[in-house]
């Protein structure tokens, strides 16, 4: 089993920036993929970024060249680092791992709230 602990969201305001982190804790070594996913009011859950265990990413077209993931391999952490927040980034935010056999395991979520 993984456990995943989102942390980091909250209130800010158009243009600026919010660091989320993801604490994984369980059996870690079976994992293969990170990713960050949102969700907003009314809308489907979409993928954000995700990053493979040889650091490859990839970002939906939306956050690319503001957001970044990222790993901190010693602390069993991912982070996703927003930048340039905008209005259209709303969401509650959700960290998966995937195991190499497809096995997902979720966060519980965290808010990101972009407001002037």
């Known amino acids: 089993q993984v456990q995943l602990v989102e942390s980091g969201g909250g209130l800010v305001q158009p243009g600026g920036s919010l660091r989320l982190s993801c604490a994984a804790s369980?059996?870690?070594?079976?994992?293969?993929?990170m990713a960050w996913y949102r969700q907003a009011p009314g809308k489907q859950r979409e993928l954000v970024a995700v990053?493979?265990?040889?650091?490859?990413?990839n970002y939906t077209d939306s956050v690319k060249d503001r957001f970044t993931i990222s790993t901190d391999n010693e602390k069993n952490t991912v982070y996703l680092q927003m930048n340039r927040l905008e209005l259209e980034d709303t969401a509650a935010y959700y960290c998966q791992a995937q195991t190499r056999f497809g096995v997902q395991f979720w966060g519980q979520g965290t808010q990101v709230t972009v407001s002037s």
């Open positions: 369980g059996i870690i070594a079976i994992l293969v993929d």
């Open positions: 990053i493979t265990s040889g650091g490859t990413t």
